[in-house]
Each structure stands twice: as C-alpha cells, then as structure tokens.
C-alpha cells in the first residue's frame, strides 16, 4: 500500500517570497504523483503530476514539482508567491485507480 | 477535462435524516468516486462507483450508511443516511479522465456538498 507525508501543515510567507512544500510518499512499485489546490470553500483543482518522463514538471499558476526517486519526495515549489495562492495544498500519489492524500498544508500568504 | 457539478451546494440536517448528494459531468467517464473531507482534514476515499456494477466501499464504510447508486456514465448520487453529527463534512466526487483510454488515474473534483448535521 502506498502512504503520503505532508511534513509541514501550515506554510506563512511573504508575498514574492519563494515556497518550498513537502512531499513525500511511500511505495513499493511506481506510481503517479500529483499536486491539487483547494482554495476556501471550492472543491481541488489539479495543478500538475508526474506520470513519466521529464522529472521536472510545471503546473498552473507559475508551480513546479520535482519528482526524486531516490528520496521518494515530489516538493512543490513556487518562486515567487501572491496573497491569491493561499490555500489547502494536497499531495496525492495514485495506483490501481485509488489515490491516496496526504493530510495537506495551508499555504498562508502574508502582505 | 471533465466539469463536474454536485448539488446541494450545502445543507444543514437534522439527525436521524438521510440526505442525497447529486454529481453530474458534462462527459461520459467509466470511474466515479466518492470522498468525505472532515473539518480540517484531508480527503478519505468513500467509494468508486463504475456505471453497471455496485459499488466498492473502502474499510470503514458501508453500503447501508453511504448507499450509492450509477444509472449512467454522467450521474451518480451518494447518501448519507441516518445522519449524526459526526457526519458533517465536505462531501466531493471526483471522475477519472483517461485519454485516449490511458488510464493515469488523474482525478478531476466536483466543487463539494458541506453537510452540517445538528
């Protein structure tokens, strides 16, 4: 069975400051690995995955994710933050058609 | 990709009550799936509902509680029955979106049903 780690519940940075939030997972096998957003009172919107190829990976809205097989990890990175980016940040891996979430860290994004 | 729509929006129950959430796509997709989002928590799987078959609940849920039904491959309805209030949260599908049949289990999200039972 596979298992994902937030390490961090609650993120607070300065708008234009550079975000770094952490994702680790837990499998025996490959998997897909995504990034969903959910803003105050919406349902999660994806905002990018890893399914093959390039380990780097843009999503929407200016983020990235870099998938490290050797760490398990697939960090969510933004270089420079807006007060409209905070929100619930959740990691997913999926495999055999169930995803699985990690627990989520709020991104709270100060003036 | 695939827009979903749930309705009620949101609801305030009593307990004791039953209460049936809708979910429509705009497209026709083979997996449909149920989850529950408790007050500050993340996302807990319910169900996956496939058009034509029952459907498959995760440890911790049953049928009797969360019956859900899939007439077709754009609808599926979840309920929440005998509600207490343990049972308010966020209750969200999600369809899988498979192109070209790949399947990358990549999940599009309803915008959510907030049930507050009192």
């Known amino acids: 069975a596979q298992s994902v780690t937030q390490l961090d519940s609650q993120v607070p940075v300065f708008e234009e400051a550079p975000v770094e939030l952490r994702c680790n997972y837990s499998s025996s096998v490959s998997v897909y690995l995504f990034w969903y957003v959910q803003y105050p009172n919406q349902g999660l919107q994806l905002l990018l995955k890893?399914?093959?190829?390039?380990?780097l990976v843009k999503g929407i809205n200016g983020f990235e994710a870099e998938f490290n097989k050797s760490q398990t990890s697939f960090h969510l990175r933004k270089p420079s933050v807006h007060i409209s980016d905070t929100a619930e940040y959740f990691c997913a891996v999926s495999l055999e058609g169930a995803l699985t979430f990690g627990s989520g860290t709020r991104l709270q994004v100060q003036p | 990709s695939a827009v979903i729509s749930q309705k009620p929006s949101r609801d305030i129950c009593q307990r004791g009550t039953s209460l049936t959430i809708q979910c429509q796509v705009d497209?026709?997709?083979?997996?449909m799936f149920w989850y529950r989002q408790q007050p500050g928590q993340s996302l807990t799987l319910i169900a996956t509902?496939?058009?034509?078959?029952?459907?498959?609940?995760e440890s911790g849920f049953v049928i009797d509680k969360f019956p859900i039904s899939r007439p077709n491959l754009t609808f599926s309805t979840l309920t929440v029955s005998n509600m207490s209030p343990e049972d308010s949260s966020i209750y969200l599908c999600?369809?899988?979106?498979?192109?070209?049949?790949?399947?990358?289990?990549?999940?599009?999200f309803g915008p959510g049903t907030r049930l507050t039972v009192l």
């Open positions: 509902a496939n058009q034509g078959s029952e459907a498959t609940y």
């Open positions: 999600s369809v899988e979106d498979s192109p070209q049949g790949v399947s990358y289990n990549e999940q599009f």
């Open positions: 497209s026709q997709v083979t997996m």
């Open positions: 890893y399914l093959s190829g390039s380990t």
